[in-house]
């Protein structure tokens, strides 16, 4: 069989660094296989992107990265469709103008991930196969049983007609004023059509779409894209050599498993999330692991104990905790599975609360709403989960499922089929 001719793959990923972790991880994996993958992202995630081999070009600088991560409605449940937007807005033209410049006509695919609007664009305009990668369920529409958000949802077995209503009014009222505003925008400025409800259909509107997750965490719906190939998590936290950090590594050696603590990386304003958990540690006796890039969102000085660290690659250090306090995110949600720890999640908007409901409907962890999320209740919750033993079992099972996980290896499979053999 003749091999396939190197083609210039532009792949493009919105958003924190969760989102962008796994089309890293999708790059190196092409690279190594002989095609000419090119990653878009935010300034932030270029040494990433360049420890694992892969080409980069900045889409927004790492100030207006660090403005984002600040902004106080980020992780509001609808308020936070605005920040998108205004992200959007400010890195529309540029992202235009530098994608449509790498294209190489006849020998160039584009992969996007959910948010990556300007993959769709680009491939309309140039006649590109193009590849549309979803990390997480909570994305894909159905008028079955629909992903859980911030508010209200109708119920799997609630009316069709209430369920239809429900996203047209997501449409009408978050959607078109926000996201879709500005993506019609940046189209009548390059002479395309608008698009009308850019989160239903149009979303998937690609030669092919992956789902980053598998069909066990999140069972296909009756009307899911039919060409939707569900690949299994990523599960890619940085190169195969990173480690913990030594002062970390020591802290762990020093005593019994702690409980770690994540708001995400998405955010720069988590000082009331931190302060509970960490009043949460003194209160029940727990050590701690407060896991931030941000020194003053944590409380100064913190209880014996425990200790704050910048990063660590979840891979290694979750196998060594007795419990996982998160947000909900899909990577972080999915490395707590990976790693069999008992789950306490806190969500805030976007998908996490969708991946909060799966978890508990999994049996391996529980949540607690912000409002809820306040020391005797999180040392009540923690207390639970980790003198639970068969959760503990239920937690060991998923971490088996996950142990040859080949995500990454079958979504480039299933993107090279796309390219032409000579």
Not at 287 to 308: E, F, K, N, W
């Amino acid at each position: 069989m003749k091999a396939p001719t190197p083609v210039k793959i532009l792949i493009v990923a919105a958003g924190s660094h969760g989102d962008v972790l796994p089309f890293i991880a999708l790059g190196a994996e092409l690279r190594r296989r002989g095609h000419e993958p090119q990653l878009f992202a935010m300034a932030v995630f270029e040494p990433l992107a360049r420890q694992a081999g892969v080409p980069f070009t900045a889409l927004g600088t790492t100030e207006f990265y660090d403005s984002l991560l600040r902004h106080p409605d980020l992780n509001h449940p609808s308020r936070s469709l605005r920040v998108m937007a205004q992200a959007m807005e400010h890195t529309g033209a540029t992202a235009w103008a530098t994608l449509d410049a790498a294209v190489v006509p006849g020998q160039t695919l584009v992969v996007g991930s959910t948010l990556a609007f300007a993959t769709r664009s680009l491939a309309e305009r140039h006649g590109l196969p193009a590849v549309t990668v979803h990390l997480a369920p909570g994305v894909l529409r159905t008028l079955h049983a629909l992903p859980r958000h911030g508010g209200p949802v109708p119920g799997a077995g609630a009316p069709r007609w209430l369920k239809q209503l429900f996203w047209r009014l997501v449409d009408d009222f978050m959607v078109a004023p926000t996201l879709g505003a500005v993506l019609n925008r940046h189209r009548r400025a390059v002479g395309l059509a608008p698009v009308h409800r850019p989160m239903g259909d149009w979303l998937n509107q690609a030669d092919l779409v992956i789902g980053l997750f598998p069909d066990w965490y999140a069972p296909r719906q009756p009307d899911w894209p039919a060409g939707l190939v569900l690949t299994g998590f990523p599960l890619y936290d940085g190169a195969p050599t990173a480690a913990l950090p030594p002062e970390l590594d020591d802290f762990l050696a020093e005593g019994p498993p702690p409980v770690a603590f994540t708001s995400g990386t998405a955010t720069a304003r988590a000082l009331d999330f931190f302060t509970t958990s960490a009043e949460t540690c003194r209160l029940s006796g727990r050590r701690g692991v407060l896991l931030t890039r941000h020194a003053d969102q944590v409380p100064d000085p913190l209880p014996p104990g425990m200790i704050r660290v910048d990063y660590a690659p979840f891979s290694r250090l979750l196998p060594r905790c007795a419990a996982f306090v998160h947000h909900g995110g899909i990577g972080t949600t999915s490395q707590a599975l990976a790693a069999g720890v008992p789950q306490l999640i806190r969500p805030m908007a976007h998908d996490q609360f969708d991946n909060a409901a799966r978890a508990v409907a999994l049996g391996v962890g529980t949540q607690l709403t912000m409002r809820l999320y306040r020391p005797a209740a999180v040392a009540a919750a923690l207390e639970r989960l980790t003198s639970d033993h068969a959760l503990k079992r239920r937690c060991a099972e998923m971490a088996a499922r996950l142990v040859a996980d080949t995500a990454i290896t079958e979504a480039c499979d299933r993107i090279l089929a796309l390219v032409p053999r000579r």
